[in-house]
């Protein structure tokens, strides 16, 4: 059982905007960043947002994030056919252990 | 540039014992630097989500998955550039894909990401 809760799917057809949520608590999202990676079929993840809005370098500005109390979402405009892929959100725990790692369950964001 | 590569066995019998070798090169985990670096674990079931396991800093300090911390072990060998995750007793539930990735943190613990990540190693479990 994941520790951050995202929906399992969501879609969306090319050039619409589609958002992506991503629920924890006081203990992770409520006190941690928040990062974002997109898994392409058949692919590593790759980092797609870190410290809840920042894109690394190469990352289109199509992609943005904001995280407010112990939530996240994560916002893909002008929807391409190639950003069909799996979204997870990350964040660290405090709660447990001195601090431990925390998936979301994923989303699969499909294009129509 | 950082990389990252994982290595070991495709198969594995149940109760046996997992050992996967991160090779990685383009950073260094000793503890002369002062940035908070760290090579983590992460596995993908097949069809289903991302699962942390484990995660060992430059300084040593270990971080293990609650639920999985009796049967985790990770180590660094920084001379050779490699990182060591042990998983004891393994069972077919236990079929994955296994990542490890580097972490470079922020300004804490837990404010940076898994920002470069390895291509994953298929470990099937199974008599």
């Known amino acids: 059982q994941s520790v951050l809760t995202q929906p399992p799917s969501a879609s969306g057809t090319p050039g619409q905007m589609v958002t992506i949520s991503c629920s924890g608590s006081r203990s992770n999202i409520g006190s941690a960043t928040v990062n974002w990676y997109q898994q392409l079929p058949g692919t590593a993840p790759k980092l797609l947002i870190y410290?809840?809005?920042q894109r690394p370098s190469g990352v289109p500005d199509r992609f943005s994030a904001s995280k407010s109390g112990t939530s996240a979402s994560l916002a893909i405009s002008g929807l391409q056919s190639e950003d069909e892929a799996d979204y997870y959100c990350e964040a660290w725990d405090e709660s447990l252990h001195g601090g431990v790692f925390g998936f979301g369950g994923g989303t699969k964001l499909t294009v129509l | 540039q950082i990389t990252l590569k994982e290595s070991g066995p495709t198969l594995v019998k149940p109760t046996q014992t997992l050992t996967l070798t991160c090779t990685f090169s383009g950073f260094s985990l000793s503890t002369d630097v002062v940035d908070i670096v760290g090579v983590g674990w992460i596995r993908q079931p097949p069809g289903k989500a991302l699962e942390w396991l484990a995660l060992i800093y430059r300084n040593d300090d270990k971080r293990y998955s609650p639920s999985l911390k009796s049967r985790l072990t990770i180590t660094k060998d920084t001379s050779k550039k490699q990182v060591v995750l042990t998983m004891a007793d393994m069972d077919p539930v236990d079929t994955a894909t296994y990542y490890c990735a580097h972490r470079r943190e922020g300004y804490s613990y837990g404010s940076g990401a898994f920002d470069i990540w390895g291509q994953g190693t298929m470990v099937t479990v199974a008599s």
């Open positions: 410290s809840n809005s």
